[in-house]
Antibody, heavy 116, light 111 residues
Framework: QVQLQESGPGLVKPSETVSLTCTVS????????WSWIRQPPGKGLEWIGY???????NYSPSLKIRVTISGDTSKNQLSLKLRSVTAADTAVYYC??????????WGQGSLVTVSS | QSVLTQPPSVSGAPGQRVTISCAGS?????????VHWYQQLPGTAPKLLIY???NRPSGVPDRFSGSKSGTSASLAITGLQAEDETDYYC???????????FGTGTTVTVL
């Protein structure tokens, strides 16, 4: 059973870049799509983007200009970088494996708070 | 901004049947993309409940079922139990946005 674990800074200042890592265990990055999804406190889920096999990427149009998703197959890790953050980017950030269009495995989430 | 619309809340007595609707458009559900459903307990990550419109992963009770018609989909919970009181989200793919989309979310309350 694949397991995902997010890690991040917790607190980030406005205008800075937040970097998150997702470590995958019990399975390989290769051959799958992997996504980042976020959820502001008390609100719904928002898809951020995906990466395939640590190569090709696709991002939500609303975040595309500020987001980069990358992968390191040697470490079995995904990463998310979100630039120029504001308070609106405060959320729990999840990584998830994509299985034929649905998200079958999720990490426990990493809370990112944007505040000065 | 969600492109799939769900009712904010639905409620029912224990043992009753409730349904949650998920309204989309011709660029997502109506375009033939599958609908998937997730259950999210407080403080935890979403859990896959239904995939491919009407399929249950191993371990999901058969009280949960999904359907899809036209530009919308539904999740039904029969024999409602206290443990079903939580949040539910639908999800699909949108060709106009070229990405995955989630519903607005529905909170189920067991009376």
């Amino acid at each position: 059973q694949v397991q995902l674990q997010e890690s991040g800074p917790g607190l980030v200042k406005p205008s800075e870049t937040v970097s998150l890592t997702c470590t995958v265990s019990g399975g390989s990055l290769s051959g799958y799509y992997w996504s980042w999804i976020r959820q502001p406190p008390g609100k719904g889920l928002e898809w951020i983007g995906y990466i395939y096999d640590s190569g090709s990427t696709n991002y939500s149009p609303s975040l595309k200009i500020r987001v980069t998703i990358s992968g390191d197959t040697s470490k079995n890790q995904l990463s998310l970088k979100l630039r120029s953050v504001t308070a609106a980017d405060t959320a729990v950030y999840y990584c998830a494996r994509v299985q034929m269009g649905w998200f079958d495995s999720w990490g426990q989430g990493s809370l990112v708070t944007v505040s000065s | 901004q969600s492109v799939l619309t769900q009712p904010p809340s639905v409620s029912g007595a224990p043992g009753q049947r409730v349904t949650i609707s998920c309204a989309g458009s011709n660029s997502n559900i109506g375009a033939g993309y599958d609908v998937h459903w997730y259950q999210q307990l407080p403080g935890t990550a979403p859990k896959l409940l239904i995939y491919g419109n009407n399929n249950r992963p191993s371990g999901v009770p058969d009280r949960f079922s999904g359907s899809k018609s036209g530009t919308s989909a539904s999740l039904a919970i029969t024999g409602l139990q206290a443990e079903d009181e939580t949040d539910y989200y639908c999800q699909s793919f949108d060709s106009r946005l070229s990405g995955y989309v989630f519903g607005t979310g529905t909170t189920v309350t067991v009376l």
